[in-house]
């Protein structure tokens, strides 16, 4: 006898790939237009779905688990952070938890780069220039910026992502510098010629930039305060394409606007869409709406993970991306 389908709620638009291929599988609700859920749909969803796929959009914490029904086994993230799901209480309900690492880590290693040179080079300045039409022809000494090759990259996050941010910048000439809970082994620390920094702030006042790459835990809360903030160069340049409140983010635009730091890359904010107005107005700080891992192959591969994890999670077995709270 067939057996009956899962019923799964999908709760933001997939690519229309990803939406067909979990139609033919499961027994699934798709999203009508493409805006976040509200609480309470969220809490039909997690009431009436055996699975729940949700997004960084979604905020699966103790108050909404605490009304999921008793179908509810997995909720298989589309992304790879799951700092907005309370895993631990997942857990102690038994529902699972699984994401989709490895597939976004070329593309936001991609996005880091393209904010390092965005904002040593200027390309915003440069753009807004062409844009209204004022170009007057080339000039010695217009738009300059700072060479990237020879500078000393720091990045906070040594995990996935970081080593392939560590591999794209030493192609472009800068020394490899990270600081990460754990040290790497010797062998990949020599492949990426990366040097370690067991103290955070001794690594932050040397580095001419820093990229963040790590997860949002608690333990990284504000991982660059005001005070660690405050050990950076004044030339010194940093770039954001993990979570926003790894740095706090009200003390990083008073020291952009006081000229303490050089200039900043963000693509993650520490309050999602309510970013500090101030940081809009600064021409050495360039801002995007958390597009790192937006290409249409990482979506398509996003969701190929998610649809392995809900698969394998229906043949009795573990997910293979299952996230468990001491991984966090
Ligand atoms: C994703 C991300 O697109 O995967 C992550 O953790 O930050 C993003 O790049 C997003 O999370 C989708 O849910």
């Not at 609480?39 to 039909?44: F, P, Q, T």
């Not at 999921?68 to 309370?86: F, P, T």
């Not at 492949?191 to 790590?214: F, G, H, K, P």
């Amino acid at each position: 006898m067939p057996r009956e389908r899962l019923s799964v709620v999908v709760t933001r638009r997939l690519p229309e790939a990803v939406e067909t291929r979990l139609s033919e599988l499961f027994d699934i609700k798709l999203r009508d237009d493409d805006t976040p859920m509200t609480r309470a749909e969220l809490a039909e969803a997690v009431k009436s779905a055996d699975i729940l796929i949700p997004t960084v959009t979604d905020t699966i914490d103790a108050r909404l688990l605490a009304q999921a029904g008793d179908k509810l086994k997995l909720i298989a993230n589309y992304g790879a952070g799951v700092d907005h799901i309370d895993v631990a209480t997942a857990r102690q309900r038994g529902v699972l938890v699984s994401n989709t690492p490895g597939v976004l880590t070329d593309d936001t290693a991609d996005m880091t780069m393209a904010l390092i040179l965005a904002v040593t080079r200027r390309i915003p300045e440069g753009l807004a220039v062409m844009q209204s039409g004022d170009w007057q022809g080339w000039a010695p000494t217009a738009l300059m910026g700072g060479r990237v090759g020879g500078r000393r990259l720091g990045i906070l996050g040594m995990g996935r992502i970081g080593q392939a941010v560590a591999r794209r910048a030493a192609a472009f000439g800068m020394q490899i510098h990270y600081h990460n809970r754990k040290r790497l082994r010797p062998e990949i620390e020599e492949a990426l010629e990366a040097t370690y920094w067991d103290s955070l702030d001794q690594m932050v006042a040397r580095m001419d930039v820093i990229s963040i790459n790590c997860p949002a835990t608690p333990s990284t809360f504000h991982l660059m305060n005001a005070r660690r903030l405050k050990l950076l160069k004044p030339t010194a340049v940093i770039v954001n394409t993990a979570r926003g409140d790894v740095i706090d983010e009200n003390a990083l635009t008073r020291m952009l606007r006081a000229g303490e730091i050089a200039g900043a890359g963000l693509d993650v904010y520490e309050h999602g869409t309510d970013i500090n107005p101030r940081l809009r107005e600064l021409k050495n700080v360039v801002l995007l709406p958390h597009m790192g891992s937006a290409t249409l192959e990482g979506r398509i591969e996003m969701g190929e993970k998610v649809i392995i994890n809900i698969k394998t999670f229906e043949d009795g077995h573990r997910p293979p991306d299952q996230v468990v709270p001491s991984m966090l």
